[in-house]
């Protein structure tokens, strides 16, 4: 199947901080990424669609200025959190398809001290 | 109503067992079907991908699809402790849009 990485795969920041999350598409090209979210215990949370070359589509009640979405070429797109605070500590999960398929990242445990 | 369904779970079955798991679909023009595996603390991993009406095997997973009553489901045969997750079933409709189930968790009883 297709391979889809993120970086970092951990971070912790402080509390007012921002955080870039990277998510590629290492063998396939992705016109278009999705950013989800995910709790302890809870189902995943699509939080926006990333469009190579255009704004990103956020999902309601995502806050499109604390979460950037940069879809800059084929095979990148970054989520930035700004200003970070503990409510953002969790587990970011990149999403990409290729024709047919969806495939993830290995996300990224993000936690906000 | 949603577009994926899913019980929620717990299943538990003992190793060996054969764990069925379901998922119906709100939509017929729903076109491919999809069974992803998430272990605790990691990323969905796709397992199974069907397209057309019937079984589809791989290794100790079959997947089956029903498109005229609208389910899906996966079977895992020999289950393991290993098989422990939680499930996810996904559909594609028209338009590339995917959606998802919000999974059942599986236990396997060693």
């Known amino acids: 199947g297709a391979v889809v990485s993120q970086h970092p795969s951990r971070v912790i920041c402080k509390s007012g901080t921002s955080v870039k999350i990277e998510c590629r598409s290492l063998d396939f090209q992705a016109t278009t990424m999705f950013w989800y979210r995910q709790f302890p215990k809870q189902s995943l949370m699509l939080m926006a669609t990333?469009?190579?070359?255009?704004?990103?589509?956020?999902e309601q009640g995502v806050e499109k200025d604390k979460f950037l979405i940069n879809h800059a070429s084929l095979t990148l797109s970054t989520l930035t959190v700004t200003s970070a605070h503990p409510e953002d500590s969790s587990f970011y999960i990149c999403?990409?398809?290729?024709?047919?398929?969806?495939?993830f990242g290995p996300g990224t445990r993000l936690t906000v001290t | 109503q949603k577009e994926v369904e899913q019980n929620s779970g717990p299943l538990s079955v003992p190793e060996g067992a054969i764990a069925s798991l379901n998922c119906t679909y709100s939509d017929r023009v729903s076109q491919s079907f999809f069974w992803y595996r998430q272990y605790s603390g990691k990323s969905p991993e796709l397992i199974m991908s069907i397209y057309s009406n019937g079984d589809k095997e791989d290794g100790r997973f079959t997947a089956q699809l029903n498109k005229a009553s609208q389910y899906v489901s996966l079977l895992i045969r020999d289950s393991q402790p290993s098989d422990s997750a939680t499930y996810l079933c996904a559909v594609n409709k028209p338009g590339n849009q995917f959606y998802f189930g919000t999974g059942t968790s599986l236990t396997v009883i060693p």
């Open positions: 990333s469009n190579e070359g255009s704004k990103a589509t956020y």
């Open positions: 999403s990409a398809r290729t024709l047919y398929e969806q495939y």
